[in-house]
């Protein structure tokens, strides 16, 4: 009864796109735009510096499409261009880590019961993401929120699979760590 | 895992959102504005490109036309398109789909667009305004067609355009315009483009 | 693989993974930029008859063999002596009033913008309530909106 809508792949897009059709690169920046929006997110700490990554790294696989090898593999490629674009973005996110630190000392100091119980969960979360070191961070997301496998992982990257191994057993367990102060305070 | 998850779901088709949402349209009532963004959808599910769509339908909007000139407009184009595709073949690039249908609606055959296609190499936006060019200045469409098809296989596309630029001054000297492209492409062997000199800053163009 | 299931980090992953919203007017932004012709490095000057304009061709770094796009200078004149004010209009600039006004010198308006190659209908808006075709350039038979029209056709490899 219904018209099957048979959607473009990711190669059929990138050919389409060489050959003029700018319009189609709108389809991979919607197809993709979440996804990669979650990671830049979560590795920035601020909405704006991650929209801002975001819309840099869409830019700049438009403009170096060309040096996408393989077509089919898109996806890979421009999660490549967003993990280095999130590592230069440095200077408001890390700002924020600095407050958010500091934020946790005064909880320390804070002795009242009901402010730890107000506490969002989410914050919680979010801040303790936040002291977490660069690199272990991306790591981590990496792996345990993007679901990528170390090779892929380490191609995107850069480093080694058992470094990396070790930056996500550290994140893990200072986020444990983090997150029971924040409970316990 | 999830990366190969991830490609395979590429190769496949992403789900993608219901209706475009491009929002240079918000310029546009919200009525017109879905009924803009459905003829959107439809070409780009045919892979036409879909940015003459838009800007035609901003045009309309700059211009406060009525809702429903604008949509008018807008199906007609991407009509036109197809069209123009069918004729040039689907390899054809976007501005090149652009300038065909320019030549179609001026009164040039799909069976010309095609045979433009096989005479010429390259991109053939320029050649396919300049046809669309002519007619607009006056010359009767298959004058300007055997025109443009002469010149096609050898002519470089700022000899078309030179080309189309010394017609429209014969035509405004007073030749018929029929006869100013056949003096032209007699004479034209050897057109010469504008600004051939090695050494100087090149100057911007004009239209 | 770990030995010990974590319950908290597990509980933070899930957070994490939760569907996140970025602004859908972001994919605007990224095709507008995609789009738009890089701006011009130099100041725009207003065209006499004697003087010679200077404007830089850019030519954007080829990335590869098959993928080269060219954009031009384009050079918009119109005389409207008596005229407070005048914009370019296209379908280079999403027909947007605001983003390319032109200067004046003696009546004598004009612009310079940077194309990519294709075919673009463009007119002139006088006063934010006039329209004009350019009377130097070929016209556009069908006009769809009542006003007229004209057409700029740039030459050139990819887009």
């Known amino acids: 009864m219904g018209i099957e809508r048979v959607e473009s792949s990711d190669a059929e897009l990138v050919r389409r796109i060489r050959t003029g059709d700018i319009g189609a690169y709108g389809a991979l920046v919607s197809r993709y735009r979440d996804r990669l929006g979650r990671y830049a997110l979560h590795m920035l700490g601020d909405r704006e510096d991650a929209e801002e990554a975001l819309q840099d790294s869409f830019v700049r696989a438009y403009r170096s499409l060309a040096r996408c090898d393989d077509p089919a593999r898109f996806g890979a490629w421009l999660y490549g261009i967003l993990v280095n674009r999130c590592r230069t973005s440095g200077a408001r996110a890390a700002r924020r880590r600095r407050m958010f630190v500091r934020d946790a000392d005064a909880l320390h100091g804070a002795a009242h019961a009901d402010q730890s119980d107000r506490l969002e969960w989410t914050d919680a979360v979010d801040r303790a993401l936040a002291r977490l070191a660069p690199e272990s961070r991306e790591a981590f997301l990496l792996k345990h929120v993007e679901d990528l496998e170390y090779e892929e992982i380490a191609e995107l990257t850069g480093a080694g699979v058992s470094a990396l191994k070790m930056r996500v057993k550290r994140a893990r367990e200072q986020l444990q760590r983090y997150l029971r102060e924040a409970e316990h305070v | ?207 | 693989m770990f030995e010990h299931e974590d319950d908290v980090v597990q509980r933070v992953i899930e957070q994490l993974r939760r569907p996140v919203a970025i602004d859908p007017a972001l994919d605007a932004r990224v095709m507008e930029v995609i789009a738009a012709p890089r701006p011009p490095t130099r100041a725009i000057w207003p065209w006499l008859a004697a003087a010679a304009v200077l404007v830089s061709l850019i030519m954007w770094r080829p990335w590869s063999r098959s993928f080269r796009v060219e954009a031009a200078a384009f050079q918009f004149v119109l005389v409207a002596p008596h005229a407070n004010s005048v914009s370019l209009v296209g379908d280079f600039n999403d027909w947007d009033p605001k983003r390319s006004p032109m200067r004046t010198a003696n009546g004598i308006w004009a612009t310079v913008v940077q194309l990519a190659p294709g075919r673009y209908r463009y007119a002139f808006l006088v006063n934010g309530v006039e329209w004009r075709a350019d009377p130097g350039a070929p016209a556009v038979p069908d006009d769809e909106f009542g006003t007229p029209s004209s057409v700029v056709t740039v030459g050139g490899r990819g887009s």
Do not use: Y
């Open chain 2, 1 to 207: 895992m999830m990366l190969a998850l991830l490609l395979v779901a590429a190769q496949v088709g992403a789900p993608a959102p219901a209706l475009i949402q491009d929002p240079r349209l918000d310029r546009l009532d919200p009525d017109t504005r879905v009924q803009v963004s459905t003829v959107l959808d439809s070409a780009r599910r045919v892979g036409l490109p879909t940015e003459p769509l838009i800007q035609r339908a901003l045009e309309g909007a700059t211009k406060a036309a009525p809702g429903s000139r604008i949509v008018a407009a807008v199906r007609r184009l991407s009509a036109d398109l197809r069209v123009a595709r069918i004729a040039l073949g689907g390899e054809a690039s976007a501005p090149e789909l652009e300038a065909g249908v320019a030549a179609l609606r001026a009164g040039a055959r799909p069976q010309v667009l095609a045979n433009l296609r096989s005479a010429r190499r390259g991109l053939l936006t320029v050649a396919l305004s300049v046809l669309a060019d002519l007619v607009a200045s006056g010359v009767p469409a298959d004058s300007a067609a055997v025109a443009v098809l002469a010149l096609a296989p050898q002519a470089r596309d700022a000899d078309l355009v030179e080309f189309r630029r010394a017609v429209e001054r014969d035509i405004a000297l007073g030749a018929p315009p029929g006869a100013a492209t056949s003096v032209r492409v007699n004479a034209g062997a050897n057109v010469q483009s504008a600004g051939s000199n090695p050494g100087a800053q090149p100057r911007p163009r004009r239209p």
